[in-house]
């Protein structure tokens, strides 16, 4: 299987949308390397940095469910290694 590393980053400004980031976070387990997440009081948002080891369709698949959610923010950042196959 062909995968990719990416790092998806969400900024979460209505805490009411945590637990659907979380069920969805759950649906991906197998995939995700990393998770670190940041409760920054001063500015009431979170801050969540998940680290995946996938196929470009389940990284596309993940940012597609995460973006949809209201008040949540995404950004995709994907690695320019070589793919799991090229090694």
């Known amino acids: ?15 009411d949308s945590v637990e659907k980031i979380n069920k ?9 390397v990393g998770r670190m997440g940041i409760p920054y009081k001063k500015r009431d948002v979170s801050i969540i940095s998940i680290v995946i080891d996938a196929p ?7 940012s597609g469910k995460l973006g ?15 793919s799991s196959l090229d090694k």
């Open 56 to 62: 470009n369709n389940v990284i596309s698949a993940l």
């Open 1 to 15: 299987m062909d995968t990719r590393i990416a790092l998806i980053g969400i900024i979460v400004e209505d805490s």
């Open 68 to 82: 949809m959610l209201p008040h949540v923010n995404i950004k995709t950042v994907y690695s320019k290694l070589p």
């Open 24 to 32: 969805i976070l759950h649906e991906y387990r197998e995939y995700i």
